[in-house]
């Protein structure tokens, strides 16, 4: 059974399935808006906490709490899915620029923080301290989120230099971060 309202465009979707001799369809959750492309790109997991990220053109049917401003373009965003025998949005989080593009790529969970990697083709309506130089372009960074009721940025890295950059992998081991791209 899926959760949300399937839109009439391209709609992003997460599911679990139960392994087994013959797969089982457990539940799906909807994610996005209607009409318009929602992609998801990324996910990652920690207990029965998914996160999902990718890109939304639009702001969503399904009923979630989202922080930062949708600038009503190619919005990058992560939510976090209760896992359950009826999934739920805990939360959202929008990123990017109020008139350009941002898309997640990867997402990585350790304890309750939250690392997000992708491209960038603007400055942030987020309040994010970011760490390195913006080229201009397109360019990778990676954020972290700290994970709660209310998600809060703690520090961002751009990555790149003066072409356009991507990251689309992230790793983790202990306090060390590894984000690979092109």
Request: glycine share 18%; proline share 2%; aromatic share 14%.
């Amino acid at each position: 059974t899926f959760q949300g309202t399937q839109g009439a465009g391209y709609e992003g979707f997460v599911v679990e399935i139960a392994d087994g001799t013959t797969p089982t369809l457990k539940w799906g959750q909807w994610l996005g808006g209607a009409l318009f492309t929602d992609d998801v790109y990324a996910l990652a997991l920690t207990g029965d906490e998914i996160y999902a990220g990718g890109a939304s053109l639009v702001t969503w049917d399904e009923t979630v709490t989202f922080q930062g401003t949708f600038g009503g373009a190619d919005e990058g965003f992560v939510v976090e899915i209760a896992d359950a025998a009826t999934p739920s949005l805990a939360w959202g989080q929008w990123f990017g620029p109020d008139r350009g593009a941002v898309r997640i790529w990867a997402v990585a969970v350790q304890a309750d923080e939250v690392y997000v990697a992708g491209q960038s083709n603007g400055s942030w309506s987020e309040s994010v301290t970011f760490q390195g130089t913006r080229s201009g372009l397109q360019e990778g960074f990676v954020v972290e989120i700290q994970d709660g009721a209310t998600p809060t940025f703690n520090w961002g890295q751009w990555l790149g230099g003066t072409g356009d950059d991507y990251v689309r992998a992230l790793a983790l081991t202990g306090e060390e971060i590894y984000a690979g791209g092109d």
